[in-house]
């Protein structure tokens, strides 16, 4: 059974870099076809998409924090890692980890874009 | 701001049908996912796709989309369907991930 779970520090001074890992088991990342993604909630606030990768390295990051953010897959290992650089308290948040799965016909009309499987969360506060 | 624009709060009788809407240009293009959230829990998956629900959500669920608009439809609420909901989709672009701002959807 396919299970994600997020690690990492749960405090981050600001202005420094949040560093976030996703742990896949019982799949291998390299599986397909899905991407593997990163998304957030600010307390008592919505989902924001924080960015999408392939196995393969092919990566989608949202254009509010690309000059931030990094995301990479280190397959060996089997997980996903997130980074976060220059947080301030807005990046206060759970960060959970999802995989989204698509198909060739995705790329037209959307069908078959879904997070299907998340990760429990991390909770991740930013201060001094 | 969101792409996707969603009613903030919905409330229905139990057992009633609710219809959830979502609104954006990219939902001309592309359709919507849509999932269920409950207080401490992450999101779950309900429906997604012209027609796909996922293994072990109820078939009460159901989706659609016509223009600019994607909904989601629970027909004979139940107390346990109380929850956030939330569309996703694609931006314009079509290489961005994009979330509705949330519904909240109180069972009376």
């Known amino acids: 059974q396919l299970q994600l779970q997020e690690s990492g520090p749960g405090l981050v001074k600001p202005s420094e870099t949040l560093s976030l890992i996703c742990t896949v088991s019982g799949r291998s990342i390299r599986s397909s076809p899905f991407y593997w993604g990163w998304i957030r909630q600010p307390p008592g606030k919505g989902l924001e998409w924080i960015g999408n990768i392939y196995y393969s390295g092919s990566v989608f990051y949202n254009p509010s924090l690309r000059s931030r953010v990094s995301i990479s897959t280190d397959v060996s290992e089997n997980h996903f890692s997130l980074n976060l650089g220059s947080v301030t308290a807005a990046d206060t948040a759970v960060y959970y980890c999802?995989?989204?799965?698509?198909?060739?016909?995705?790329?037209?009309?959307?069908?078959?874009?879904?997070?299907?499987?998340w990760g429990q969360g991390k909770i991740v506060t930013v201060s001094s | 701001s969101s792409e996707l624009t969603q009613d903030p709060a919905v409330s229905v009788a139990l057992g009633q049908t609710v219809r959830i809407t979502c609104q954006g240009d990219?939902?001309?293009?592309?359709?919507a996912s849509w999932y269920q959230q409950k207080p401490g829990q992450a999101p779950l998956l309900v429906f997604y796709?012209?027609?796909n629900r996922p293994s072990g959500i109820p078939d009460r669920f159901s989706g659609s989309s016509s223009g600019n608009t994607a909904s989601l439809t629970i027909t004979g609420t139940q107390a346990e369907d109380e929850a956030d909901y939330y569309c996703c989709s694609r931006d314009k672009t079509g290489d961005q991930k994009v979330f509705g701002g949330g519904t909240k959807l109180t069972i009376l």
């Open positions: 796709g012209k027609n």
């Open positions: 990219s939902l001309r293009t592309y359709y």
């Open positions: 999802a995989r989204q799965r698509f198909s060739p016909q995705s790329f037209y009309d959307g069908s078959d874009d879904a997070f299907d499987i």
